[in-house]
């Protein structure tokens, strides 16, 4: 387990702190708009924002066509398929335990490294999959059976989880010779496109001009849970091992959980506040600095 640098720690809060609070704004947005809709327009949304900055930093735009298949496949396992599934549960399940199921994506990513890719976990890092498997645990606690009367929704976070788990794998294994920022565009981008089509397909009927509810929710997740977390997120992934990266951001469904409380009125339990715990074990895996960077700092 690596030392977190001063710049990945910032972009690590940062991140935690807007993707934490898009699991209620998303369950506002969604009650107020169709989901396929309202998560096309938030990408296309973002999209220029990304196009701006890479324009800015005078980046290259271009792909080699040699690396297109392995673009693709980062698309639909980083993006497409989390984005997808992930905005069609949300209707189903309160905000936080959305968010709760959408981040055993650590889990996943750390079975499928150690099972698919040969990864060797060290020992604290096994005992901060297990923190984070415990806190999921608890903060399910009383909705089990609530989760038990919706399995589509449940079943559909579960495997946005994994794609995104497995993608989280492939994004620091498979080579693009490209900036990041790029890489992000043309992946965005692709997201963007297949979503145009399948909310035209499925929900074009039920398309009405956003209240403003619905207008606020769109302008946080393009502006701030893509047009900043998303390149945010993949840089994190880029610079540090799948488990660290995965584990670092175990925070945000527990933030999910608590601001979901706060704006929609979900009740707290003890099990909610003993997961916070689990969580930061989880997080201390990651920037705890190994014992080796220990030692070079005292000398």
């Known amino acids: 387990m690596p030392a977190l640098s001063?710049?990945?720690?910032?972009?690590?809060?940062?991140?935690?702190?807007?993707?934490?609070?898009?699991w209620p704004v998303m369950k506002m947005g969604v009650a107020h708009f169709p989901p396929l809709t309202f998560r096309m327009a938030s990408l296309w949304l973002g999209l220029p924002i990304l196009a701006a900055v890479i324009g800015v930093r005078k980046l290259p735009f271009t792909i080699a066509r040699a690396h297109w298949g392995r673009v693709a496949l980062l698309a639909l396992t980083n993006m497409v398929l989390w984005h997808v599934l992930m905005i069609l549960a949300i209707p189903q399940l309160s905000s936080g335990r959305a968010a709760i199921?959408?981040?055993?994506?650590?889990?996943f990513s750390a079975v499928l490294g150690a099972l698919v890719f040969g990864d060797r976990l060290a020992g604290r890092a096994w005992m901060g999959v297990g923190a984070a498997l415990l806190g999921v645990v608890l903060l399910l606690w009383h909705e089990i059976g609530a989760l038990g009367g919706r399995p589509l929704?449940?079943?559909?976070?579960?495997?946005?989880?994994?794609?995104?788990?497995?993608?989280?794998?492939?994004?620091?294994?498979?080579?693009?010779?490209?900036?990041?920022?790029?890489?992000?565009?043309?992946?965005?981008?692709?997201?963007?496109?297949?979503l145009t089509v399948l909310a035209v397909a499925f929900e074009r009927e039920r398309w009405v001009a956003p209240d403003a509810q619905a207008w606020a929710a769109i302008l946080y997740n393009g502006l701030l849970a893509l047009g900043f977390a998303q390149t945010a997120w993949f840089f994190l992934v880029r610079t540090l091992p799948p488990v660290a990266s995965t584990l670092s951001v175990m925070m945000i469904p527990v933030l999910g959980v608590f601001s979901g409380a706060l704006w929609l009125g979900e009740v707290l339990h003890w099990q909610d506040w003993s997961a916070v715990g689990l969580m930061a074990v989880a997080i201390g895996t990651v920037l705890w600095p190994a014992r080796a960077v220990q030692a070079q700092e005292f000398k």
């Open 6 to 22: 001063r710049r990945q720690l910032v972009v690590l809060a940062l991140l935690t702190l807007v993707w934490g609070l898009n």
């Open 101 to 107: 199921l959408g981040y055993t994506m650590p889990i």
């Open 153 to 194: 929704g449940v079943t559909l976070m579960l495997v946005s989880a994994a794609s995104w788990a497995m993608g989280t794998q492939l994004l620091r294994r498979l080579t693009v010779p490209v900036p990041l920022l790029t890489l992000s565009f043309w992946m965005v981008a692709i997201t963007c496109v297949v």
